[in-house]
């Protein structure tokens, strides 16, 4: 059973650019989780998706970002315009059902983008 | 808001040597999870044990153990006979009983010296 798969592992962009970043939940599960990581910090949550819902956004800067999860194929998150701020962690989770209950997040191995 | 605080940034501990790692955590609600991480340098994050807020008696996986201390809102981290593969930063995360994200503490950085 193949874990959470995110690609790419790395990404460069340059500032203006447009970067995203894909995450293949583990097979069964339908709630998919982006959280962020800068430099010598913890992870921060962005946002929570189902299959064509986003459920929760708070941790989402309001600009620039965006996510979604479609019916087929991998979450994507989407950073546009990237300035160096942006360089960081950025990690997909999954869970397979509602998180009523204690239902770990299995965590995917985390694109790293640099913005130069 | 819900905050997780994780006092020691860095802590040290000789192979095979006990090391405790701490967490507290503010929360209102009454029905919670709380789990540690482990981030080794391969970055991939693997959860290391976990403790639902009901239950009384305390979580242990093989080395792993942790003291939970609810009224005191305390969650730490026992790693017993620490190995060198046991270096890593250590990461608590709490999750309310109706919430889907985690909320994490900035991390402990352990090192174990052989």
């Known amino acids: 059973n193949a874990g959470v798969m995110q690609n790419p592992r790395h990404l460069v962009r340059r500032r203006g650019q447009e970067a995203r970043l894909r995450c293949s939940p583990m097979?069964?599960?339908?709630?998919v989780y982006w959280y962020r990581q800068l430099p010598e910090e913890g992870l921060k949550f962005m946002v929570y998706l189902q299959k064509e819902n986003i459920i929760d956004e708070s941790g989402m800067p309001k600009e620039r970002f965006s996510a979604e999860f479609p019916k087929e194929g991998p979450s994507i998150l989407r950073i546009q315009q990237v300035v160096r701020g942006d360089s960081a962690a950025y990690f997909c989770?999954?869970?397979?059902?509602?998180?009523?209950?204690?239902?770990?997040?299995?965590f995917g191995p985390g694109t790293r983008l640099t913005v130069t | 808001a819900q905050t997780v605080t994780q006092s020691q940034p860095e802590m040290s501990v000789q192979e095979a040597e006990t090391v405790t790692l701490s967490c507290t955590y503010d929360t209102s609600e009454s029905d919670y999870y709380l789990f540690w991480y482990k981030q080794p340098p391969s970055r991939q994050m693997i959860l290391v044990i976990r403790q639902e807020a009901y239950k009384q008696q305390n979580a242990t996986e093989n080395r792993f153990s942790v003291n939970f201390q609810k009224a005191a809102k305390s969650f730490s981290l026992k790693i017993s006979d620490s190995q060198l593969g046991d270096a890593a930063m250590y990461f608590c995360?709490?999750?309310?009983?109706?919430?889907?994200?985690?909320?994490f503490g900035k991390g402990t950085k352990l090192s174990v010296k052989p």
């Open positions: 989770a999954s869970s397979p059902g509602t998180p009523v209950g204690s239902y770990e997040q299995y």
């Open positions: 097979k069964g599960h339908s709630h």
């Open positions: 995360a709490y999750r309310g009983g109706s919430q889907g994200n985690l909320i």
